[in-house]
């Protein structure tokens, strides 16, 4: 049970260093657009919908590989006691790490390790 709790701490960390990385960079970008008329977005709304938007990508790049391969996966996968899609849990883990490891390998070229 303990480990469970873990685990789901562990990942909802992971998420909230990616969103907030994901909100540094946008930040720097400058990337809001205030035009009249159009809603109000903020940085944490980017960042979520970046982050949802790139697991998403991720999952369909993902799905075209397995159905060209013709590998068999398991249809569920329990983590924690969620049940999710192997592709999907995969995905997301993988669009929550990018903007971390990209900033580590920023750091480690710029020597600020």
Same mark, same amino acid.
């Given at each position: 049970?303990?480990?469970?709790?873990?685990?789901?701490?562990?990942?909802?960390?992971?998420?909230?260093?990616?969103?907030?990385?994901?909100?540094?960079?946008?930040?720097?970008?400058?990337?809001?657009?205030?035009?009249?008329?159009?809603?109000?977005? *903020? /940085?944490?709304?980017?960042?979520?919908?970046?982050?949802?938007? =790139? %697991? &998403?990508?991720?999952?369909?790049? +993902?799905?075209? @590989?397995? *159905? /060209?391969?013709?590998?068999?996966?398991?249809?569920?996968?329990? =983590? %924690? &006691?969620?049940?999710?899609?192997? +592709?999907?849990? @995969?995905?997301?883990?993988?669009?929550?790490?990018?903007?971390?490891?990209?900033?580590?390998?920023?750091?480690?070229?710029?020597?600020?390790?």
């Amino acid at each position: 049970m303990l480990g469970k709790i873990l685990l789901v701490l562990m990942i909802a960390v992971a998420v909230g260093l990616s969103v907030w990385q994901r909100i540094m960079l946008l930040k720097k970008r400058n990337v809001l657009d205030q035009v009249p008329d159009a809603p109000i977005s *903020s /940085f944490m709304s980017e960042a979520l919908a970046q982050l949802v938007g =790139v %697991a &998403g990508g991720i999952y369909l790049s +993902l799905i075209m @590989l397995i *159905s /060209f391969l013709e590998l068999e996966i398991p249809h569920r996968i329990t =983590v %924690a &006691g969620l049940s999710m899609q192997p +592709l999907a849990f @995969l995905a997301l883990a993988l669009a929550v790490l990018q903007p971390i490891i990209k900033q580590l390998l920023v750091r480690i070229r710029k020597g600020n390790w």
